[in-house]
């Protein structure tokens, strides 16, 4: 029993130096005033130091094991214990390894706990591999939101557990009793110092500087901006092995070309022409806020244009921090970044490698900075951007208010049953066990703005394709469950919130969470964005054959008004044609007519035209001067419209008769293109939004 006393007590003496020198850097790393490169290489050192305890106090551990116990299959776990621990460093703490060492080092630890003689000693090493194996956690892992509580815990707990070992060894001089005192109440003294300030570097809330662009009429300083090219450099954000599946989504999206559009640029100059630059104000703000929100301001338009190739780029959707909910316009609050070391160094050069390791070592201002608290996940933080209001000068009425998108999905019941976020940015994989949260694409009804970009590089090009690909299968509700596709495995129903790329497995869903995503599965898949039904009948009157119509057209699938955005730019309509037996085909309601507009008699949605403050219609779409519109027809959320038409059948068509209706969809007229640019454009294919086929029987 003497030998294995002295064993444990040099047992003890080298854990705890080890315990020691791993608390002494985690307190410099906890204490560190600034985010600068001496802090990632105090957290290297650290994380070296967790490492090497890993392998080290699990072979000390399994020699403990063995002096104590003759038997064969205990001395077997123990050494296992140790190859596991190497493992999980040299394979990156696969889940495969890391699980059953925790496993094993558990069994062995209550093993000892057997034996009353080593009980501190056993409890200060079980609390120190955590401390250890929870700090790689929080410092390089997946950063579960448990981890720094369970780091911070057990890297305190271990003073206790040494302050008990050391109470239990023999010293018969007094001087040693004294020691043992005053090691006891400065473990006590170190942990009530260290808590307030580990609970404030993990749990406490920051300050951060935050400053926002004008509305229209406002004036404030730009000497404070930052620089265009620090809101800039999306590009750095999509590098391999980190957000490059986003950046690559995100980059063929409308956001991107938001400001890289010849449209946009005309309406901007016609915009300026009638009411100066204070007047295109609101148009920046949206398309192209990194000009307002940096020091380039307004008089960067419409020469330089600071963000035309990238338009609502990550930076400002991630550090947005709040704007005007009233009457949108563009204004936006940002946070002023908390810049990493390298951070703007070029791509692929050494030192943004450095800049990528000290991001991974320790990620939470990264987190903090970029998400925000997750408030991009609210509905409410679309509206800043997403709703227009235009002051009437030259009339008493109120301001016309565009874009009401976020109001009539409040009022509408889809407010119950997804966000903005859930229906344009949804779920997608991107391999067989790869599932990632929030498409970056933005699927709505636009597929034309590659066309209009400025410039084009081939890989936009490439990237555009695929978005065309996905945007028309999102409208008309043909997201299929392949490899490619989005969303998850419908048989396993397998899920996580957080859903991480691993190689292993999928978690389980919260209840709650599973529900929004059996609902976003049969969403996507729930067929067209406008529900047709048609009912066709022919009936005969005084040797006349009639054939009588009824289309019924629902907005099943969008939760706002159906069409939106500027009616005037919109083109939807229905064709309808009957097809007899021997394949004839007659329109009964044809497509656009040679101006480009939906025929008197034709069945539209959207508006015929906007109207200024004289009557006169506006042809080139200067909606500031709109004070209405011609002949506005949408469809509410689950709104429905019914039409019947009716027409004779020509003696010559034979046979049952097949009507399609088919609504076909222009986000941008092709008529408007061609005034505003006065250039010719290849010719756009419009977009399904719905259709329905019906037989109609004819008596021989």
Known sequence: MRNLDRLSNVFLVLVALLYTCSLATGLAVLLYPSLDETYFNLIFLHQGIALVGLVAVTTCLAFFVNRLSRRIHVRLIAWMAVLFACAVILFDLKIAFLLPWTLLHIGLVAWLLQKRTFRATALFLFFTLLANLS?????????????????????????????????????????????RRL????????????????????????????????????????????EPADLLQSRSCGVEDCHNVYYDQWAASTHR???????????????????????????????????????????????????????????????????????????????????????????????????????????????????????????????????????????????????????????????????????????????????????????????????LALRLAQEDQERLENHSYFTKRYLDGTLLLAKEDM??????????????????????????????????????????LLSVTLDAKVTEKESVRILDIEVATANARVGHEFPSGPLDLVRCWCEITATDALGR?????????AQGDVPEDGMYLGCRGLLDAQGNKIEDHRFWRAHGTIGKQVLAPFEKRVDTLTFSVPDDMKGDLTINATWRYYRISPKILDLLLNESFPAIEPLVVGSATAVARIQP
């Open 135 to 179: 700090g790689i956690e929080v410092y390089g892992g997946d950063q579960w939101k448990i981890a720094p509580f369970i780091h911070g815990l057990c890297a305190l707990l271990p003073l206790f557990c040494l302050a008990l070992a050391l109470a239990g060894l023999r010293t018969p001089s007094g001087v040693l009793q004294h020691t």
């Open 257 to 451: 070309f938001s400001s890289n559009n010849r449209l946009f640029r005309r309406v901007v100059e016609l915009a300026r022409e009638d009411n100066g630059l204070e007047g295109i104000r609101s148009c920046v703000n949206c398309h192209d806020p990194v000009a307002t929100l940096s020091n380039a301001g307004l008089a960067s338009w419409p020469h330089k244009e600071p963000g035309n190739d990238e338009g609502v780029n990550c930076k400002v959707c991630h550090l947005m921090r709040g704007g005007d909910y009233e009457k949108g316009n563009g204004v936006i609050r940002i946070a002023r970044e908390t810049k990493y070391p390298y951070q703007d160094a070029p791509i692929g050069s050494p030192e943004f490698e450095k800049f990528k390791s000290f991001v991974r070592s320790d990620p939470r201002q990264h987190v903090r900075t970029y998400r925000a608290g997750r408030s991009f996940a609210q509905s409410e933080y679309c509206v800043p951007c997403h709703l227009v209001t235009v002051d009437r000068k030259d009339s008493d009425q109120a301001p016309l208010r565009l874009h009401l998108l976020y109001q009539q999905w409040a009022e509408s019941p889809w407010r119950e049953r997804f966000t903005c976020q859930e229906c344009h940015m949804p779920i997608f994989q991107i391999g067989p066990r790869y599932y990632r949260p929030k498409d970056h694409r933005f699927l709505g009804l636009s597929t034309i703005h590659g066309t």
């Open 585 to 593: 085909t007659i329109w009964l309601r044809s497509g656009l007519n």
């Open 487 to 528: 969303l998850f495995e419908p048989k396993k129903g397998l899920n996580r919130l957080d859903y991480p790329v691993r190689d292993v497995g999928l978690g389980i869903a919260l209840s709650r969470g599973m529900v929004r995503q059996k609902r976003m599965l049969e969403y996507l898949r729930s067929g067209p």
């Open 183 to 226: 090691v006891s109440l400065a473990a006590v003294a170190v942990a009530l110092v260290c808590i307030p300030w580990w609970y404030k570097k993990n749990f406490g809330s920051y300050s951060e500087e935050t400053f926002q662009n004008e509305g229209p009429g406002q004036t404030n300083a730009l000497s404070s901006r930052p």
